[in-house]
């Protein structure tokens, strides 16, 4: 698959980051335990690069505190299972947002977040939040 997009002029920064681990590093703390927040020093290089900026980020919650001012042109995020009990339409509960999260489904501007198709979050059931696969069509 990334063979098919590298060949129609995409760059794939998982692929990038497997040779420069120190630029594009990947949105965890797998080698720095202490650490609280993501290492987000890559992104600099990554919104500055020319053409269209397609971000993948795992933690929709990272937008407001990462993101918001970032010229990136399209985010896509889950994590939220959808806020994994839904009433109302509004999601009750998300992992790294706690109770009543901002953002576990849809279009938030640039983001699209999806409610993916996990069952349970740690021990929490998914209740009225059917499983989704989100389908992008460009335009």
């Not at 900026?53 to 990462?66: A, G, S, V």
């Not at 939220?80 to 576990?104: D, S």
Request: charged letters at 25%; glycine letters at 12%.
């Amino acid at each position: 698959m990334i063979g098919g997009l590298s060949s129609a002029g995409v760059t794939a920064y998982k692929e990038y980051r497997k040779d420069k681990p120190e630029r594009y590093p990947d949105w965890d703390y797998g080698d720095r335990p202490d650490a609280t927040d993501p290492d987000v020093s890559w992104l600099d290089d990554f919104y500055k690069q020319d053409g269209y900026k397609i971000l993948l980020c795992h933690h929709p919650e990272y937008r407001d505190r990462y993101l918001k001012d970032m010229p990136i042109d399209l985010v896509l995020s889950g994590h939220a299972h959808g806020g994994q009990i839904r009433l109302f339409g509004q999601g009750l509960f998300a992992p790294g947002q706690g109770i009543l999260p901002k953002y576990t489904s849809g279009v938030n501007g640039n983001m699209i977040i999806s409610k993916g198709l996990a069952n349970t979050a740690g021990t929490i059931p998914r209740l009225f939040n059917p499983r989704e696969v989100v389908y992008i069509e460009p335009i």
